[in-house]
């Protein structure tokens, strides 16, 4: 099986644009990734496009908008893994040696529901009773808070390191610094989780030129590899589970590892799915960075800074960079890939990193943990 | 908060079914269940997902007390509903833990709680099933 690498990365920024389409922004992102790797259109064999709300045919309106038609594209949906898991499809189709080079987009255009919680599963008996993804995540922290001890000051701890590196992330959408007070004092949104402990809704796009060609994985930077591509599904359960433990992050990252041939020491930078500050401090936990219940300590120490020794989301994550949420998943990977590569900027983490993981999950329906997990291990 | 009318929309659930019967001691939830390996699920999965059986027709008249696990009071809420309202799952005798509508004020973690019926929703009137604080 040969190895797939990421050639070439790009993105828009994140916010909500009035008016601007997802087509628009997804051409944005597709010309800077091909620019990144040095590729030209013709060398593009197949493109995957992840969407949660783009609507039907949305990578074939964003392909017809570049002028680069006819060739076989996928629309992949998996709520908040929908990106991620058409990064996972690429892998496989140039790993399969069906193609060589792989265009994956992820795109979201979320400002035109407003303000409020994002329509979710009509069907859905939790939804049914007015469950909102919030409220997921809020039972979650509730339950953590008590039996771990940690406290709200903890989980707000969580939003001020997101927006102070957020504020260093030019693409980022929310760059304003928060104090742990203001986080405490924002609207509640659902108990304990206030507003900016919640991630913004809005618009972005990010794509990833991704291949098998070892030329073209070295034509304008070091070759980052895909040493892990993987995906899970919650597991279903009628009755009791840990609410505080992420089994399917757990399991799908344990199999990630095993693919890659290494653990979560290893690791130089990462990049979790902080839709809401509980859930960074859980993540933390379920990847093996630190045990049940540490999260609030590791956080504490620095370890998960910028210069710490394991940044995470160095580049803001979902609650400061935002989480449009299509793009969510490739826009993880464009961050690592230029963590690794040395080219982000003024968020640059210090120590080097030579592997990275990329953790997306989420979509929520009745008696799962989340509907879906995918994990990405690169090596430069 | 009493129910308004019997006009009002129930809950269904999938495939088919009610969630909850009216008895001679009060509301209880139904579950479904299998009737090769016994496995319970509320609400039913259609298939049992422990033996894989096709369909899981028995229905289960479950404990009417639980114990609240987790809950959240949520404040910004969809069309149609009205917020502040609590959210919460409540572990049930039986095995199941339900994700439900509490109409508690101010809940506490492990506290009992028993099934009742209540409107969740406004737009459209919904009644289902909910729990309380026992009487």
């Not at chain 1, 957020?166 to 980022?172: E, Q």
């Not at chain 1, 839709?275 to 370890?303: K, N, T, V, W």
């Not at chain 2, 994700?99 to 919904?126: K, N, S, Y």
């Amino acid at each position: 099986m040969r190895d797939v690498y990421v050639a070439g990365a790009g993105l828009t920024p994140f916010g909500r644009f009035r008016g601007v389409s997802a087509e628009t922004l997804a051409m944005t992102a597709v010309r800077a990734a091909l620019a990144d790797a040095g590729a030209g259109r013709a060398e593009v064999d197949e493109t995957f496009c992840g969407s949660s709300y783009g609507g039907p045919l949305i990578g074939q309106r964003v392909l017809r908008a570049l002028g680069m038609t006819g060739g076989p594209v996928t629309n992949v949906e998996n709520a908040c893994s929908s990106g991620s898991t058409a990064l996972r499809e690429a892998v496989s189709a140039i790993r399969s040696e069906r193609s060589d080079t792989v265009l994956v987009i992820g795109v979201d255009v979320l400002s035109r529901f407003g303000g409020g919680t994002l329509p979710l599963e009509a069907s859905d008996n939790d939804v049914n009773h007015g469950v909102v993804m919030p409220a997921v995540y809020a039972m979650r922290a509730r339950r953590y808070l008590a039996d771990t001890g940690a406290t709200r000051a903890e989980l707000a701890a969580v939003s001020v390191k997101a927006r102070a590196n957020g504020a260093r992330n030019p693409d980022a959408q929310l760059r304003k610094p928060v104090t742990a007070e203001e986080v405490l004092a924002s609207r509640m949104v659902a108990d304990p989780l206030t507003l900016f402990m919640s991630c913004p809704t809005g618009d972005g796009a990010a794509a990833l030129v991704v291949t098998g060609d070892p030329e073209l994985a070295r034509r304008t930077g070091p070759a980052v590899r895909i040493a892990a591509s993987v995906l899970q599904s919650g597991a279903y359960a009628p009755g009791p589970k840990q609410v505080d433990w992420s089994e399917l992050t757990a399991r799908t990252a344990g199999l990630a590892y095993e693919q890659a041939g290494l653990g979560p020491a290893d690791l130089g930078v990462v990049e979790v799915h902080d839709a809401f500050a509980i859930a960074e401090l859980m993540y933390y936990e379920a990847l093996g960075l630190c045990g049940y219940g540490d999260g609030p300590r590791l956080l504490a120490s620095g370890h998960t800074a910028v210069t710490g020794a394991q940044p995470v989301n160095p580049g803001g994550g979902l609650l400061s960079r935002g989480h449009p949420i299509g793009a969510t998943g490739v826009a993880q990977v464009v961050e690592v890939t230029r963590q690794l590569r040395g080219t982000a900027g003024d968020h640059q983490v210090t120590n080097r990193p030579n592997v990275a993981l990329t953790q997306c999950t989420g979509g929520g329906i009745s008696g799962l943990d989340h509907g879906a997990c995918t994990v990405h291990v690169l090596v430069a | 908060m009493p129910i308004a009318s019997a006009t009002e929309r129930e809950i269904q659930f999938f495939p088919t079914g009610t969630a909850w019967e009216d008895g001679p001691d009060g509301v209880r939830l139904l579950a479904a269940e299998c009737a090769r390996c016994g496995q319970l699920s509320f609400p039913p999965t259609g298939d049992c997902w422990r033996c894989g059986s096709a369909g899981t027709p028995g229905a289960l008249p479950l404990s009417r007390t639980g114990t609240l696990h987790t809950f959240s009071v949520v404040h910004v809420a969809p069309a149609g509903f009205r917020p502040p309202y609590a959210v919460g799952q409540v572990d049930l005798p039986e095995g199941l833990r339900v994700l439900a509508r509490l109409e508690v004020a101010d809940p506490v973690l492990d506290e009992p709680l028993e099934v009742a019926l209540g409107v969740i929703r406004t737009d459209p009137e919904t009644v289902s099933y909910v729990f309380r604080r026992p009487a």
